[in-house]
């Protein structure tokens, strides 16, 4: 049964582009989160039929909505403000649409959940042979966090990163002082989550960055720091497994000189966000 809209505890905002397949991954992982009230928004830069035709076809169970946009280059902070718009709830929850979730990562994301606050967590990235093995299902995600303990050089030793970040530990157990340890210093745009009100504080993400990375969440933080919300961390609590591909990295010489600039100018309201002034 769907949950009523004045229900929802949480927007979960998937950014995508193009990759049905690992989406498909994604959306199965939500089947078994132990948090359920919740919307999907597929936010996809681009307007891929196959996408259209996945999302169409995909037997969802949750609330969801797709927005997409004509393709016309990197075009997410703008996709993501649109999102935002969107949101039934006023928690909102970001994830990449190559982030399968672990079960438990939807409740610790709303259990810490307070206004003034910024959740932050990591992802482990994982090598290709493991990725495939999540892919096909070999490995159910519900089993993923044995796995990765049971096999921990292996799976480093094939090129996986971060991989004690694939690790969910239990607060209230034996180890759960670690994460009280677990501090974040950064956000990262694929496990983050704050209240719509915080967002519209800052005016929303800067779509005056037109290439990734820098704009999705480095220059989000020291905004969000400037009006008075603080980082707290979700590390080993809101786990997430990054399904392995070729990155696509590109020069952020550009992105850092305009958050620079904008840093010395104090702009923690960017100008070209959810409004336009």
Known sequence: MMVNSTELKASLI???YKNTDFLKAVLDSLA????NNFEIIISEDGDSEEMKKFVD???FKHQFQHLSREDK?????????????????DWLVFIDGDCVLHPRFMEFHLELADPKSILAGKRIKLDQETSQLLLSGEIPVEEMNRFLKKNFNNVKKRGAQFVEEGFFIDPKGILGFL????????????NMSFHKKAIYDINGFDEDYIRPAV???????WRFEGVGCRIKSVRNLAVQYHLHHKESWTDQEENMRLMESNIAQKKYVCENGLNKF
């Open 14 to 16: 998937v950014s995508v």
């Open 32 to 35: 078994y989160q132990t948090e």
């Open 57 to 59: 076809n995909y037997q």
């Open 73 to 89: 280059g990197w075009q997410k902070n703008s996709a993501l403000n649109e999102a935002i718009r969107s949101a039934k709830a």
């Open 179 to 190: 994460v009280r340890k677990r501090s974040m210093r950064q956000l990262k745009g694929c």
């Open 215 to 221: 704009g999705e969440d480095i220059d989000l933080l």
